[in-house]
C-alpha cells in the first residue's frame, strides 16, 4: 500500500510567513475534505524542511521523499503552495517528470494546482515561473542594493578589525555621541571606523615584521615581546597575525590597489582615494546558523571606505605576494 506525502518548507527560522505546523495542518484539511474518497484508508507521510530556501532541491527531507516516491512508496505529494517545493523552472519540470513516471498525484493545498489535468499543470508551469521571476528580482534588488552601499564606503557593522573602533555617524558627519536630534527628530545614522592609534601601530608592525620575517609565528612573537595584543587582549598567535595582514581594510584605496583587484575580478566601485581604507561589500553569502560562504571574486565589490587607511597599497600587495608564495611552497611539498 503506497502512502499520501504532506511536504512543507519554510526558509528561515522567524515569526514571519506560514509556519511549517500550519503548511501541515491546512494540507491534512484538505485530504481529509476535499480529496479524502481515493485516499482514505491510506497512511500519511510528513516531510519537514525548515530554514532550506526553496531556490534549489538540495534539502534532506525532500530528498527523502524523493527517494520513497522512486522506490514505489508514494501516491500523492501535497504542499501548502507552489512555492513550498520549488521556486525554479527547471526543477519543478524535472519533479513533474518524476512524478508522472511513478504515477504520483500532485496537489497544493491553497492554490487549487494538481497535476490530473492539463489545466492545472499548466497553472503550475505558470506559477513556477512567476516564483522564479520573483526570486531573480530580489536577488538583483540585492546586488543593487550592494552597489549602493559601496558607493556610501560605510562600514556595515559587527566587530571593528584591530586598529579601528565602529562609530556611529549622522547624516550631517558628525560623530553622535550622546544620541543627537538627527532629521525631523529622527535619528538618521549610519557606521564607520575611526582608527584607534595604539592599535594601529600594532598593525603598522604586524606587516613591517613579516615583511622582513616572512613567518606568521615569527611575526607574532615579535609582537607578543613589544607588549602588543589582539582586539580581545589576547596574546598574538600565527592565526591572528595572518587574518590581520589579509585584510584589505587596512590598505589605502589608491590606483595601484584598484588595479591589483581588478586583475583578480573585482567589480570596481567609484574612483580612488590614496588616504583612505578600501571596503570589500559582496564578499560572503549570509547563512542562518551556519558558516557564511566565500562568493566568488567576480562577485566581490571593492569601493572607497570612509575611513582613513593605515597600510600602503605597496606594502600590502608585497604581503600579499609573500603569502602567495608561502601556500604555493605548502601545497608543492605536500
Not at 221 to 246: A, D, P
Amino acid at each position: 500500500m503506497r502512502s499520501i506525502a504532506v511536504y512543507a518548507r519554510k526558509s528561515k527560522f522567524t515569526g514571519y510567513g506560514e509556519s511549517i505546523e500550519t503548511q501541515k495542518n491546512i494540507c491534512l484539511k484538505k485530504i481529509e475534505f476535499e480529496f479524502s474518497k481515493p485516499y482514505k484508508e491510506l497512511p500519511i507521510l510528513i516531510f519537514e524542511d525548515e530554514g532550506f530556501s526553496g531556490k534549489d532541491t538540495n534539502r534532506p527531507q525532500f530528498k527523502n521523499m524523493i527517494k520513497k516516491i522512486k522506490n514505489n512508496e508514494i501516491c500523492a505529494v501535497y504542499v501548502y503552495k507552489l512555492d513550498r517545493i520549488s521556486r525554479s523552472v527547471a526543477d519543478f519540470a524535472n519533479l513533474i517528470t518524476v512524478f508522472n513516471k511513478y504515477n504520483v498525484a500532485f496537489v497544493s493545498s491553497t492554490e487549487n494546482y494538481e497535476t490530473q489535468t492539463p489545466l492545472g499543470r499548466a497553472m503550475m508551469n505558470i506559477s513556477t515561473v512567476f516564483a522564479q521571476l520573483e526570486r531573480e528580482t530580489t536577488a538583483e534588488r540585492i546586488k543593487d542594493n550592494m552597489y549602493l552601499l559601496a558607493k556610501t564606503g560605510r562600514w556595515l557593522g559587527g566587530a571593528a578589525p584591530l586598529g579601528y573602533e565602529s562609530v556611529k555617524v549622522l547624516k550631517n558627519g558628525a560623530i553622535d555621541k550622546n544620541g543627537g536630534n538627527g532629521y525631523n527628530g529622527k535619528k538618521e545614522y549610519f557606521f564607520t571606523l575611526k582608527i584607534i592609534k595604539n592599535e594601529a601601530l600594532a598593525v603598522e608592525n604586524i606587516f613591517c615584521v613579516f615583511k622582513k620575517s616572512q613567518s606568521y609565528t615569527k611575526t607574532a612573537e615579535k609582537l607578543n615581546n613589544m607588549g602588543f595584543k589582539t582586539k580581545n587582549n589576547n596574546f598574538f598567535t600565527r592565526y591572528s597575525v595572518k587574518s590581520v595582514l589579509q585584510n584589505p581594510v587596512y590598505v589605502s584605496a589608491d590606483k595601484r590597489i584598484f588595479n591589483y583587484y581588478k586583475k583578480q575580478g573585482l567589480i570596481i566601485n567609484g574612483s580612488f582615494n590614496a588616504d583612505n581604507g578600501l571596503m570589500i561589500f559582496n564578499k560572503t553569502k549570509q547563512q542562518k546558523g551556519k558558516h557564511h560562504i566565500i562568493k566568488n571574486k567576480n562577485e566581490w565589490i571593492a569601493a572607497v571606505g570612509l575611513h582613513k587607511s593605515i597600510v600602503k597599497s605597496k606594502d600590502f600587495i608585497e604581503v600579499q605576494n609573500i603569502i602567495k608564495e608561502k601556500e604555493k611552497t605548502k601545497h608543492t611539498k605536500k
